[in-house]
């Protein structure tokens, strides 16, 4: 009940009650963006087409119209989550920088929706819009004359070290609160900085020898 009595009322309203009666107009933007509103609020298994429409104040299958299925959503959820991920690199920037600036980044887009954490570490990023988002740190690769190939490993070598770091930090069981205490958020930060560190460092030293031999 709310204040006032009245039974069935929640403390996030539906789309269907904010349009009070009015047809919604929606369109796949908009599905993505209360997709990723869900899951941000309740986890990735309260996301069905089902629930997703009565969000929006429509029909589960008005929604096949703008995304075919729930894996298209998902799919889509996780390039909005993606093109969160900014980076605005000087002209000239090293690459271990652009790399340091990508994977703090990264990870603070993940821990912002760390309910969405297991969507990204199961479905993969679009081609597209992965590359859109890598392109400033190839570029760094690229002009200390790093090949693609061994730039790519390296990119995504650290993006699956961000992603673990960010499962460990934000995995709890089932409903549970994903917000870890401040001492452990202060604990997981030296843990990442600490490792990433290491990382780019070992990194930095096999490219300089394998260029050099």
């Known amino acids: 009940m709310n204040e006032h009595g009245s039974p069935g ?6 789309a269907a009650r904010r349009r009070a009666g009015r047809p919604a107009r929606i369109d796949a933007a908009a599905v993505t963006a209360a997709a ?26 008005s929604l096949y119209r703008h995304l075919p299925n729930r894996d298209a959503v998902l799919a889509s959820a996780v390039n909005l989550l993606i093109a969160e991920v900014r980076l605005d690199l000087p002209p000239g920037t090293d ?6 600036a990508f994977a703090t980044a990264y990870r603070r887009m993940l821990l912002a929706h760390p309910r969405a954490v297991p969507l990204l570490a199961t479905h993969p990023v679009d081609e597209d819009h992965g590359r859109g988002l890598i392109a400033p740190l190839l570029t760094a690769f690229a002009d200390a004359g790093v090949p693609d190939e061994e730039a790519l ?40 900085a600490a490792g990433l560190d290491t990382f780019l460092l070992g990194l930095h030293h096999r490219l300089a020898a394998e260029q050099l031999g």
Not at 9 to 14: A, I
Not at 36 to 61: K, N, Q, S, Y
Not at 95 to 100: R, S
């Open 9 to 14: 009322s929640t403390d996030r309203p539906t």
């Open 95 to 100: 690459w271990p920088t652009a790399l340091h």
């Open 153 to 192: 490993t390296a990119v995504q070598s650290v993006a699956v070290f961000v992603l673990g770091h960010a499962l460990a930090q934000t995995g709890t069981p089932p409903g549970a609160d994903p917000a870890p205490a401040a001492a452990a958020t202060a604990y997981y930060d030296h843990w990442f």
């Open 36 to 61: 990723v509103a869900l899951i941000d609020a309740e986890g990735l298994e309260a996301l069905t087409m089902r629930r997703l429409g009565t969000e929006l104040g429509v029909t589960a299958m």
